[in-house]
Nanobody, 125 residues
Framework: QVQLVESGGGLVQAGGSLRLSCAAS??????????MGWFRQAPGKEREFVAT????????HVADSVKERFTISRDNAKNTGYLQLNSLKPEDTAVYYC????????????????WGQGTQVTVSS
């Protein structure tokens, strides 16, 4: 049974940083077979794409709204993906989800087969 477990969320002041982790287990194939993505959902809003990293060469794509502040990475040896959040703003407050299983790095959530339970990020002003 595939599991993705996010961690690293919390309460931080505006301008602060957090590092989210996404640990994968139970995968059928090795971790580097899977493209990964991060999405977020704020209260009353739809889930939105944040960042993705490819399975082949770790090519990354980050949403324009956060690309100067957020960085996605992965450690295949640890079966773990990461999302570094810098210069956080109150509007970054959301539940952040990691996803895996897409064949390519994509911003389309429907292409991801596996999802974590989410980790809450709250940014105070």
């Amino acid at each position: 049974q595939v599991q993705l477990v996010e961690s690293g969320g919390g309460l931080v002041q505006a301008g602060g940083s957090l590092r989210l982790s996404c640990a994968a287990s139970g995968l059928t194939f090795t971790f580097n077979w899977y493209s990964m993505g991060w999405f977020r959902q704020a209260p009353g809003k739809e889930r939105e794409f944040v960042a993705t990293i490819s399975r082949i060469d770790s090519t990354t794509h980050v949403a324009d709204s956060v690309k100067e502040r957020f960085t996605i990475s992965r450690d295949n040896a640890k079966n773990t993906g990461y999302l570094q959040l810098n210069s956080l703003k109150p509007e970054d407050t959301a539940v952040y989800y990691c996803a895996a299983g897409a064949t390519v790095a994509t911003s389309n959530p429907n292409n991801y087969r596996y999802w974590g339970q989410g980790t809450q990020v709250t940014v105070s002003s």
